[in-house]
């Protein structure tokens, strides 16, 4: 999934997992706050990856 409206676009580690995608961990992990009220999540990792159109 690709917006061009987000800072950061996520997928799930679990998907990463299967797609065996290297995963860099990040140092602090970092607070996502979501739309949902009182909704929060962790990013604990991040990946590099480059599109070709």
């Given at each position: 999934m690709s917006d061009s409206g987000l800072l950061r676009n996520f997928i799930l580690t679990t998907l990463a997992d299967q797609l065996k995608?290297?995963?860099?961990?990040?140092?602090?992990?970092?607070?996502?706050h979501l739309a949902i009220q009182d909704s929060r999540s962790c990013i604990n990792s991040e990946t590099k990856a480059t599109l070709i159109v």
């Open positions: 995608i290297k995963k860099i961990v990040l140092g602090k992990p970092v607070i996502l």
